[in-house]
């Protein structure tokens, strides 16, 4: 495992990536505390197209207003 500050990792983005396609774990630190980690994507293939359709059915309301507990729940009241 490789930790890297902020600074570091964007000015050096396209190497981290290499070495996380080769699986390495790359730490992005902030003042030496890690706030992100740059791994490998597992099944990051393409993606395919139209396989979920027929699994979902979009309701007519879709689009309604929302009632209006839930609009003053989103809305913080």
């Given at each position: 495992?490789?930790?890297?500050?902020?600074?570091?990792?964007?000015t050096?983005?396209?190497?981290?990536i290499?070495?996380a396609?080769a699986g390495e774990e790359?730490v992005?630190t902030?003042?030496g505390?890690?706030v992100?980690?740059?791994?490998?994507?597992v099944?990051?293939?393409?993606?395919?197209l139209?396989?979920?359709v027929?699994?979902?059915?979009?309701p007519?309301?879709?689009?309604?207003?929302?009632p209006g507990h839930l609009?003053d729940?989103?809305e913080g009241?």
């Amino acid at each position: 495992m490789v930790m890297v500050g902020i600074h570091e990792a964007k000015t050096t983005l396209s190497k981290l990536i290499q070495r996380a396609n080769a699986g390495e774990e790359v730490v992005i630190t902030n003042s030496g505390v890690p706030v992100a980690k740059l791994v490998t994507m597992v099944g990051g293939g393409p993606r395919q197209l139209g396989r979920d359709v027929g699994q979902f059915e979009v309701p007519d309301d879709f689009d309604d207003p929302l009632p209006g507990h839930l609009l003053d729940a989103f809305e913080g009241r």
